[in-house]
């Protein structure tokens, strides 16, 4: 009875330690995580700053920052975010065709949430034909 006692003592206390370091792991905290441009000219690229925070006790360390498509570009902060510092990603996005746009940006890190989802929406408008 003491042996079995002592085991899942032992086994719960693995569970409570688990449970914490996932309490432990880096947080973001975004200042938004959909930006609209709103309407924009034909040609002409267009550039927005996500900021975040992270709000975790580790350091917060992006692995990869994915647009999905090729129209898109990100830069993204490269060093570990420390606990209530600051970071950034970067994203440009190539005004090419006159239509609406509704992309996404995939953050990979070592977040307790490790995929995150930006969005960047807005309308391309066409440039009024030029009179020579």
């Known amino acids: 009875m003491k042996k079995i006692l002592l085991i899942c003592a032992v086994i719960l206390g693995f ?3 688990a449970s914490a370091q996932d309490s432990e792991k880096p947080v973001f905290k975004f200042n938004e995580e959909k ?7 034909q040609g002409t ?5 996500f900021e975040f ?3 975790g006790k580790q350091p ?10 090729g129209c898109t570009i990100a830069d993204y902060t490269k060093t570990p975010v420390k606990s209530g ?5 970067k994203i440009t996005y190539n005004a090419a065709v006159a ?3 509704n992309k996404v940006i995939v953050v990979t890190s070592n977040a307790e949430t490790p995929q995150k989802n930006l969005n960047i929406v807005g309308e391309v408008v066409a440039k009024p034909a030029s009179s020579n």
């Open 35 to 41: 930006h609209d441009f709103g309407k924009i000219p």
């Open 60 to 69: 917060l360390i992006l692995t990869d920052v994915r647009p999905t498509c």
């Open 99 to 101: 239509a609406p746009f």
């Open 15 to 17: 569970a409570f330690t």
């Open 85 to 89: 510092e600051k970071g950034n990603i």
């Open 45 to 49: 690229p267009v550039t927005t700053v």
């Open 53 to 55: 925070t992270n709000v």
